[in-house]
């Protein structure tokens, strides 16, 4: 994937709101250390202009929804599913 940017605001296809594909976001960022000290001063939307793959994205979205309550986490990671299959299927 050309932009983690791109990727995660694709995310809205999938019925995920605005909350939760910037939580997302920050999910991404924060396992690829995107918004280091070195970074500071760079908003999430610049630091999300980079190279992902499917399965970076598919992972930051169920670390999300680990954070959430019972039927939203589930919720959330058959999002993480779909959004898997329809990348690599």
């Known amino acids: 994937m050309d932009s983690a940017l791109e990727e995660t605001e694709s995310l ?3 019925g995920l709101s605005t909350a939760d594909v910037q939580a997302v976001g920050r999910t991404l960022a924060e396992e690829h250390a995107l918004l280091t000290e070195a970074a500071s001063g760079r908003t999430l939307s610049e630091a999300l202009k980079v190279e992902v793959s499917a399965f970076d ?3 930051a979205i169920t670390a999300t929804a680990r954070t959430r309550p019972a039927a939203a986490r589930l919720s959330m990671e058959e999002t993480g599913h ?3 299959v329809r990348q690599t299927g």
Request: no cysteine; hydrophobic share 45%.
């Open 12 to 14: 809205r296809g999938f």
């Open 57 to 59: 994205v598919a992972n």
């Open 82 to 84: 779909r959004y898997l």
